[in-house]
């Protein structure tokens, strides 16, 4: 069992910044595809960056460039840091953990998830 737990999330001016942790305490990340998503009301949950197990990034087109998907293995923690905000990045933000799933599969393949964490971006 993977138990994930997000925190970082807050309100922000457009153009500034946040960064977002997902820590893992007590698991051994490296083994797993991590993963953040975001989810406003109404809408499904999608994609936005993902590190496989060698840690190969994967964005969506929507965030590259602004977003950066990182982890510290020793520290069981997933990171994105999130520059030049945009009012339209404004959702709840989770992490998840799989064994094989990417941002490019159904979240319904990423069999860990934490609780979430709200952005606001005003």
């Known amino acids: 069992q993977v138990q994930l737990v997000e925190s970082g999330g807050g309100s922000v001016e457009a153009g500034g910044s946040l960064r977002l942790s997902c820590g893992a305490a007590?698991?051994?990340?490296?083994?797993?595809?991590m993963a953040w998503f975001r989810q406003v009301p109404g809408k499904d949950r999608e994609g936005i960056a993902g590190?496989?197990?060698?840690?190969?990034?994967q964005y969506a087109d929507f965030v590259k460039g602004r977003f950066t998907i990182t982890r510290d293995n020793g520290k069981a923690t997933l990171y994105l840091q999130m520059n030049n905000l945009k009012p339209e990045d404004s959702a709840m933000y989770y992490c998840a953990a799989d064994v094989l799933a990417g941002i490019q599969d159904p979240p319904s393949n990423f069999q860990f998830w934490g609780q979430g964490t709200q952005v606001t971006v005003s």
């Open positions: 590190l496989d197990i060698d840690d190969k990034a």
């Open positions: 007590g698991t051994i990340i490296s083994p797993y595809c």
